[in-house]
């Protein structure tokens, strides 16, 4: 079956909720897991607008969490995780920001990664940092798309 991540809340390639936007409620949507591999120690969930570089000339970082609990079977709306770490967005804050592209509609993706450890990495630490501290740890990962529209 594979590492899967899925929203009640929106199909693969579906529109986003107006609410989890950032300039709307900015909390994030709910979120299923299924199929983590044996051996995975930690998840890793990373969300980011690939649509924003031409504008913003670089991949938006908009959610970057770690350490996340193999276990967990879904991510709840508006998480405040107490046993994860929440690193540094674009946005310069240590939690979720939601979609808020500026010009057209942009797809969002959400990246979950298992890893078969945990991360000692610094809670400030961003995408790029993470992902290099997950390199030779990956097990299995996928990924979920979503899109939103400037509001």
Request: proline share 10%; net charge negative.
């Amino acid at each position: 079956m594979g590492l899967e991540l899925e929203s009640p809340k929106f199909e693969d390639r579906g529109g986003i909720p107006e609410k989890y936007g950032y300039t709307k409620e900015n909390i994030n949507p709910p979120l299923t897991i299924q199929g983590v591999p044996p051996g995975t120690k930690a998840l890793v969930l990373i969300m980011d607008d690939p649509d924003a570089e031409p504008v913003a000339e670089k991949v938006w970082d908009h959610w970057v969490v770690w350490n996340i609990d193999p276990e967990i079977e879904r991510v709840p709306e508006n998480w405040k995780p107490t046993n994860a770490v929440q690193g540094k967005t674009d946005y310069g804050e240590n939690k979720y920001g939601g979609p808020n592209p500026p010009d057209k509609e942009h797809l969002y993706r959400f990246l979950l990664i298992a890893i078969d450890k945990e991360l000692d990495i610094d809670k400030n630490s961003t995408k790029k940092e993470a992902l290099k501290a997950v390199e030779g740890h990956v097990l299995d990962k996928t990924r979920l798309h979503g899109n939103y529209s400037p509001v």
